[in-house]
Nanobody, 123 residues
């Protein structure tokens, strides 16, 4: 089992940057593929990015390609989401999630979730 704790959210002006972190408990972090999802008010949770266990393979939602970067440090049991050129529509609660073995873009494939961190982009 793994517990996930996100941090790094906050209020930022449009065009600014934030880096989200997700710290995982346990000694088996490298056995989990990781994902970032987000949920805006009144909307369903949506896939943002995913990274393989080794970190060599990543995949992004079309709407964040070139804008967000997912990475991980298995020595620190942490996955990151670097968000640049933030837009008003990026405002949401951002969640990290873990699943065994392979990556997925589907929320229902993930077994473990963090509590979320709020990102608010202002004009």
């Amino acid at each position: 089992q793994v517990q996930l704790v996100e941090s790094g959210g906050g209020l930022v002006q449009a065009g600014g940057s934030l880096r989200l972190s997700c710290a995982a408990s346990g000694r088996t972090f490298s056995t989990y593929a990781m994902g970032w999802f987000r949920q805006a008010p009144g909307k369903e949770r949506e896939f943002v990015a995913t990274i393989s266990r080794s970190g060599f393979s990543t995949y992004y939602a079309d709407f964040v390609k070139g804008q967000f970067t997912i990475s991980r440090d298995n020595a620190k049991n942490t996955v990151y989401l670097q968000m640049n050129s933030l837009k008003l529509e990026d405002t949401a609660v951002y969640y990290c999630a873990a699943r065994s073995l392979v990556t997925s873009i589907y929320a229902y494939d993930y077994n473990y979730w963090g509590q979320g961190t709020q990102v608010t982009v202002s004009s």
